[in-house]
C-alpha cells in the first residue's frame, strides 16, 4: 500500500492501447494470424466491428465466427501471440520522455486500461516503464466489461484519489466521459490511425504526447 499522500499530490491516469502502446497494427497482426487458422479473412468488416467492442464482446464475436466454421476459437493461442507481441511492443513518439518528466515532476502515474493486466504489465516491463507508474489497473482484471463508472470508482476508492487532482489521457472520448463524472480532467489524444478518432467533442485535444506534459504543468501551476 502507498503512503498516505499529502491532499495536493497529483495524479495522471494514463490508457495504455494507442496513447503509451503503439500497438493498434499489433492487435491487427494477431488477430489476423488467429482467423486465418480458420481460414477466415480479417476483413474491414470484421475490423470494424472489433473496433466497436470492450475485449469480453470481441472474444464473443470472435468466438462466434469460429463457431460458424465449426471450430472452436483458440482462445491460449491468442493469448500467447499477444504475450509474445508485446514483449516486443514499441510505445508511441514522446511516451517515455513524457512518462519520465511527469515522474520527476512528483505526479503519481496510474495506467488505466481496458487490456488485459497481464499484457499491460509485459508492455510496461519489456518497454522499460513500468518502474514509473504506482499502480496498474485493468478493468477486465477488476471484473468490469469496460471502463464503466464501477471501474473507475474502485481504482479511486483502492488508491483513496478522492481528492486528489486528476490529469487523464485517453484515445477515447466515450471513457474521458465515464470518468468525467468523477471530476477527473480528460485530455483527448487525437490519433489518425484511430477508426474512432473524434474531433469533435469536449475535451482539449492534443496530436503529440509533450504537449500532455504541457498541459498538465500549466493546469498545475494557475
Known amino acids: 500500500m502507498l503512503p498516505l499522500l499529502p491532499k495536493s499530490k497529483s495524479v495522471i491516469f494514463l490508457d495504455l492501447d494507442g496513447v503509451v502502446f503503439d500497438s493498434y497494427g499489433l492487435w491487427d497482426e494477431v488477430i489476423e494470424k488467429v482467423l486465418a487458422l480458420a481460414n477466415i479473412s480479417y476483413t474491414q468488416a470484421i475490423k470494424k466491428h472489433l473496433w466497436r467492442f470492450n475485449m469480453v464482446e470481441a472474444q464473443a464475436y470472435l468466438s462466434a465466427l469460429f463457431a460458424k466454421e465449426n471450430l472452436t476459437y483458440p482462445e491460449r493461442k491468442t493469448q500467447r501471440l499477444l504475450e509474445d507481441a508485446y514483449q516486443k511492443v514499441s510505445l508511441m513518439p514522446q511516451a517515455v520522455e513524457m512518462i519520465a518528466d511527469l515522474a520527476k515532476e512528483d505526479f503519481l502515474i496510474y495506467a488505466v486500461t481496458s487490456n488485459y493486466d497481464d499484457l499491460a504489465k509485459i508492455g510496461l516491463e519489456s518497454a522499460g516503464v513500468l518502474q514509473y507508474f504506482s499502480g496498474s489497473y485493468s478493468c477486465i482484471a477488476l ?54 478518432d473524434n474531433q469533435d467533442q469536449a475535451f482539449r485535444t492534443i496530436r503529440h504526447l509533450k504537449e500532455f506534459t504541457t498541459i498538465v504543468k500549466e493546469e498545475m501551476n494557475d
Do not use: C, M, W
Open 143 to 196: 471484473g468490469f466489461p469496460d471502463k464503466t463508472e464501477d471501474f473507475y470508482q474502485a481504482v479511486l476508492e483502492t488508491e483513496a484519489l478522492f481528492d486528489k487532482t486528476i490529469f487523464y489521457l485517453e484515445d477515447s472520448t466515450r471513457h474521458l466521459k465515464t470518468a468525467q463524472k468523477f471530476g477527473i480532467q480528460g485530455v483527448y489524444l487525437s490519433n489518425t490511425d484511430n477508426p474512432q
